[in-house]
């Protein structure tokens, strides 16, 4: 079976940093680009930040730059995303997907990623 599990959602006050797990089980990580992307009520799944197959290439998006780092650890068959310094705009639902399709770097649009996650919900919140 095909899965890929988010984890380490939870709530933060604003300022606060998180740390999600994107573990793959029934397949390995090594040749696909892993994506983040967040899906906030009555939003459109935006991508936040991916990381190529390589590890060598990653993109984020302008809301998160600086603040969110993407890592991935082939070893371990996981995908990570560091949030820090969160803000209440950052609230969502957090998805990973992976591509095994983009040989080189990595994108942030949905069509490009074939598996995804169940989701983790991250909530910013005085």
């Known amino acids: 079976q095909l899965q890929l599990v988010e984890s380490g959602g939870g709530l933060v006050q604003p300022g606060g940093s998180l740390r999600l797990s994107c573990a793959a089980s029934?397949?390995?990580?090594?040749?696909?680009?892993i994506g983040w992307f967040r899906q906030a009520p009555g939003k459109e799944r935006e991508g936040v930040s991916c990381?190529?197959?390589?590890?060598?290439?990653?993109n984020y998006a302008d809301s998160v730059e600086g603040r969110f780092t993407i890592s991935r650890d082939n070893a371990k068959n996981t995908v990570y995303l560091q949030m820090n310094s969160l803000q209440p705009e950052d609230t969502a639902v957090y998805y990973c997907a992976a591509s095994p399709r983009m040989f080189r770097g990595c994108g942030l649009r949905r069509y490009e990623y074939d598996y995804w996650g169940q989701g983790t919900q991250v909530t910013v919140s005085s």
């Open positions: 029934g397949f390995t990580l090594d040749h696909h680009a």
């Open positions: 990381v190529s197959s390589s590890g060598a290439s990653t």
